[in-house]
């Protein structure tokens, strides 16, 4: 029973962060169709409330799956590079595993946040140009979910071993 509720717990890991990258890339499209006039480097664009929902959505699918892998994965605590050193190969990859899903977080996150805040306002916009934030994010969602799976998986059984 308790490796039906591990697969369970991957496929909805999986299934919300492609959920987040596919409507970050509609989010993309969306703003994509809105009117904007470009001039070299600066663009100036009527903001999509299309775009702005759908990236919104992405933002907090992608929030939900970290938080949820996050916490099923459990705490692998680490305090020294001596520990770290003696740790089991497979703690190690789960350790590794949760650094790159953070710093997966924090660029896909802020990307989404970027490509929020450029379709939040009321009237166009115009600056430099900011092309593809939102289709970016879209993809760091997918490698996300990726490692993701390999930090619940590894961390699971890290603390299967330590039984």
């Keep these: 029973m308790l490796k039906v509720g591990g697969v369970l717990v991957c496929l909805l890991i ?3 962060d492609v959920a987040a990258g596919i409507l970050a890339i509609q989010a993309e499209v969306a703003q994509n169709k809105v009117k904007h006039l470009r001039l070299w480097i600066f663009e100036c664009r009527d903001p999509s409330h299309d775009a702005f929902k759908l990236a919104l959505g992405a933002a907090a699918l992608l929030t939900l799956a970290h938080v949820l892998a996050n916490l099923l994965g459990g705490c692998m605590c680490v305090c020294s590079q001596d520990e770290f050193q003696r740790a089991s190969p497979t703690r190690q990859l789960s350790l590794a595993c949760l650094i790159f899903t953070w710093i997966i977080l924090a660029v896909g996150l802020s990307t989404l946040v970027i490509g929020i805040l450029s379709n939040n306002k009321s009237k ?17 969602c997918f490698v996300h979910g990726l490692f993701s799976v390999a930090y619940y998986v590894s961390s699971t059984a890290a603390s299967d071993e330590e039984k």
């Excluded at 166009?124 to 760091?140: M, N, P, Q, V």
């Design 14 to 16: 999986v299934a919300m």
């Design 124 to 140: 166009a916009s115009c600056g430099f140009t900011h092309h593809h934030f939102l289709s970016i994010g879209g993809i760091l």
